[in-house]
């Protein structure tokens, strides 16, 4: 597996590197929101999935890796374990980037609040948010390829965005928040049951949602024709 995250690695590292160039500009004109700067980490995490994607898409190498002697089982693996090192560079990036500017160039990025990033709630949110966008998305991937797969989460997206929206409508005489998937609503969770058992719950989650995604994306891999 990691011999095939390699590949992945060295067929796309300079679209990789053309995407953090423009992350860090835009951390030098943040827009203000500590959220919003997270918000464009996980953006920038679901964009190098993708291009990962789209490259093995557009040069058809999906095709010769399948017809090679190596299990579909171990081509998906491998791509959530590369999505995993993703994730965790990315977390680094975004609750790193503050400082990292502030120690090497002697300048405050402009209107980051790198403390709110730099919470457990800050870290799990970014960690969950990041693997329930990949582990939605590779299903789609693997059972329909990667412009329908693409449309379907789009599609799926929007509806679980519109429903959001009209919960936190419907709610917002009960919970003062500004909104139900917030810093500070997640503050308010970790509070209630503790640290210990907030990171417990947060690595369950996560462990949960990866291995259905994992055994969902294998079966239809398995299953579909070329």
């Known amino acids: 597996m990691l011999r095939l995250c390699r590949k992945d690695f060295i067929a796309c590292r300079w679209f990789w590197l053309l995407a953090l160039v423009v992350y860090f500009l835009y951390g030098v004109i943040s827009i203000k929101q500590d959220v919003a ?70 300048i405050n990025a402009p209107g980051i609040n790198a403390h709110p990033l730099s919470t457990l709630e800050g870290l799990s949110g970014f960690v969950t948010l990041d693997a329930f966008l990949i582990c939605l998305f590779y299903p789609l991937y693997f059972r329909y390829g990667l412009a329908k797969g693409a449309f379907l989460l789009t599609v799926i997206l929007l509806g679980i965005l519109i429903t959001t929206i009209g919960i936190t409508a419907l709610l917002s ?30 690595v369950a989650l996560n462990l949960a949602i990866v291995f259905l995604s994992i055994r969902l994306s294998i079966r239809f891999y398995d299953q579909r024709d070329f």
């Open 37 to 106: 700067f997270m918000a464009v980490g996980v953006a920038l995490i679901l964009g190098l999935v993708t291009l990962i994607l789209v490259v093995e898409d557009r040069y058809r190498t999906e095709i010769f890796f399948c017809s090679l002697p190596l299990r579909r089982s171990t081509i998906v693996r491998s791509r959530y374990l590369l999505s995993g090192f993703l994730v965790l560079f990315g977390g680094l990036l975004v609750f790193g980037y503050n400082h990292l500017l502030n120690s090497l160039f002697r």
């Open 173 to 202: 005489s009960w919970i003062h928040t500004g909104g139900l998937l917030t810093l500070r609503s997640l503050a308010q969770v970790k509070d209630l049951l503790g640290p210990p058992l907030f990171l417990l719950g947060a």
